[in-house]
């Protein structure tokens, strides 16, 4: 698996799609975390403690969700490679206007389920800068940035989720509907599953030494 480059398939792609499955399921479980913790404060629940949490939790959602994608991108292009941020900046926002168009002609071809949100909320416009400011905040919440608490005229959590969270959902419900696991503990997780403390205390309480 030194090389780069790959092949759908081959061993370094079992490993990447290993990979982009356990970052949705990160993903998936930092969103459930920051549902619940923001239910509460929609309910009244204003302590620092509280917002804090939720913050954290939205923040690592984010994290998740962004590199998942910039997986999904390496996979399309077959190489471990380092992807430029412009071209990320673009494929993001590109990515959510393909998903909206399509949810805006399920619609009308009426293929949508029942369920399904009022058109209305698909014909939107989606920033050029979408890409740029997910990639940005994604960067000031998974680093030790000041910038995370202080952003100056950078946009804040806040405000991103305000701008933006009805694109990053969208992101999220199609690639957890493609990449969730039905069966965690049937699946594979390679070296991942290695993480075993059970395994380890058993092996040092039989250490004879």
């Not at 759908?8 to 619940?36: N, P, R, W």
Request: with cysteine; net charge neutral.
């Amino acid at each position: 698996m030194s090389s780069k480059t790959f092949e759908i398939g081959d061993e370094t792609d079992q490993a990447l799609t290993t990979t982009l499955v356990h970052e949705m399921f990160l993903c998936k479980a930092s969103f459930e975390e920051y549902a619940k913790l923001a239910q509460m404060n929609i309910m009244g629940y204003k302590g620092k403690e509280l917002k804090v949490r939720c913050h954290d939790a939205y923040a690592r959602f984010l994290t998740h969700l962004y590199e998942f994608y910039v997986g999904c991108i390496q996979r399309d292009r077959r190489s471990l490679a380092s992807v430029d941020n412009k071209l990320i900046d673009r494929m993001l926002t590109g990515e959510v206007r393909k998903l909206l168009r399509h949810r805006e002609e399920a619609i009308l071809n009426g293929t949508a389920p029942s369920w399904e949100n009022h058109i209305s909320v698909y014909q939107v416009e989606v920033p050029e800068s979408f890409g740029e400011q997910f990639r940005k905040i994604r960067n000031r919440t998974a680093h030790a940035s000041v910038k995370r608490s202080v952003p100056g005229d950078e946009i804040t959590l806040a405000g991103f989720y305000s701008s933006y969270h009805k694109f990053v959902y969208l992101l999220f419900y199609h690639g957890q509907w493609l990449w969730t696991v039905s069966d965690i503990e049937a699946h594979n997780w390679r070296a991942i599953e290695d993480f075993d403390l059970a395994v380890r205390s058993r092996e040092a309480f039989n250490d004879p030494a």
